[in-house]
């Protein structure tokens, strides 16, 4: 504001609202009170403060993006331990669905095309290979590699990243309740509040707790809520980059948590009133700003240098001793379970030669004793 008040020579007031109330939240009525009740009644001509850019909200007020934000996921990084279902973790149930559906599709070809090469099937037990049934092998290698390499890395993205816990977003916490616990920060509450009125029953029982329990489920600052999720806790906290940043500036000897399911990159908004010609003057300011990179300086100088990505990650990248194991010990089961199958087999085929090499040798031993005994008897053999 003070850039923009140089730049187009005007002067400004803000006052703080006497109740402390932002008015995130409509009234029962469905009218808003608070800071946003004031602008739209245009007791005043903007807010100052970043608000979050809600399709809800579109219709109440002007928006002018101005602030980047994305949100995370943290929690207390849990020990380290050998994690069976880490395998099984590198697809979704839907692919892995999908998979199967697929694999048993071509099975049920290969095995119709195999019957139809059986002497069952007349048409084709002259041929020793038909098209569909060469079509069919190429497919199934065609799929087998495509899913193999997907699956290596997936699956090398898991051995390089300590997951605590399998959460992929917001609703995988709060279907886990009462085993772990979803907070978010308290003027966060809007975003869940049009959500709930969506209808979504996982978002209903969440609004539910927090309206009974609000100080189980909402934080007022960066340092309260990482202390929310402090030793011994199952709290996992919504947070926001920038606000982490500024607040791990600030205290630099603290320690970064555990961040996963980052979101999508966004923009909190100033917002003025409803059609305001204020508008296009402070679009344009803000859009002076960007050009000449003056809200890349005032991001970093709130943020500093730091990147929470390769803070978060960097001890991270080691496999433990427990996966190492892990993978060691499938693939010693797995060399055990071939090496039986090739013994078997070889054990089968030895013993299938045996039988094919002793029967016609007894039935020669018993056709020279049946010519010795007529030689005996002196019997003509054409007569027999």
């Not at 996921?73 to 279902?85: V, Y």
């Not at 880490?86 to 195999?114: D, H, K, P, Y």
């Not at 590699?145 to 990243?161: D, E, M, N, P, S």
């Amino acid at each position: 504001m003070d850039f923009l008040s140089k730049k187009f020579n005007f002067t400004y007031s803000s006052h703080k609202n006497l109740d402390n109330n932002w008015g995130v939240v409509p009234n029962k009525n469905g009218s808003y009170g608070g800071v946003l009740g004031d602008l739209i009644s245009k007791k005043y001509d903007m807010i100052i403060s970043v608000w979050y850019w809600l399709i809800e909200r579109d219709n109440l007020a002007d928006h002018i993006p101005i602030v980047r934000h994305r949100e995370f996921l943290a929690m207390k990084e849990g020990k380290s331990r050998t994690d069976f279902s880490l395998f099984l973790r590198v697809f979704t149930n839907e692919l892995w669905g999908t998979i199967l559906f697929v694999t048993l599709s071509i099975s049920a070809c290969l095995l119709l095309s195999m019957y139809c090469k059986s002497k069952k099937c007349k048409s084709c037990k002259s041929k020793k290979y038909t098209k569909g049934y060469s079509l069919i092998i190429f497919t199934l290698l065609v799929f087998f590699v495509i899913t193999r390499a997907y699956y290596g890395g997936a699956l090398t993205k898991f051995f390089t990243v300590t997951v605590p816990e399998p959460f992929e977003n917001k609703i995988d916490v709060m279907k886990s309740y009462p085993k772990y616990n979803l907070m978010i920060r308290k003027d966060q509450e809007t975003v869940y509040y049009y959500l709930m009125k969506k209808g979504d029953p996982v978002y209903k029982k969440f609004w539910k707790r927090l309206k009974e329990n609000p100080e189980q489920t909402t934080y007022t600052s960066e340092k309260e809520g990482l202390e929310m999720i402090g030793a011994d806790s199952k709290n996992v906290i919504v947070i926001e980059e920038t606000m982490l940043l500024g607040h791990l500036k600030a205290n630099v000897n603290e320690q970064i948590p555990y961040l996963f399911a980052h979101g999508r990159c966004g923009y909190n908004t100033l917002m003025l009133q409803k059609n305001s010609p204020l508008t296009p003057v402070f679009k344009h300011g803000v859009g002076v700003l960007r050009e000449k990179g003056i809200e890349q300086q005032l991001y970093l100088k709130w943020i500093g240098a730091g990147s929470l990505a390769s803070g978060a990650t960097l001890d991270a990248i080691v496999l433990t001793p427990g996966q190492v194991i892990l993978i060691f010990s499938l693939m010693m089961v797995v060399y055990g379970v071939t090496l039986v199958l090739f013994c078997g087999e070889v054990v089968a085929s030895k013993m299938s030669k045996t039988h094919r090499t002793t029967q016609p040798s007894s039935l020669r031993s018993m056709a020279r004793r049946e010519l010795s005994l007529l030689q005996e008897r002196r019997i003509p053999i054409g007569r027999i």
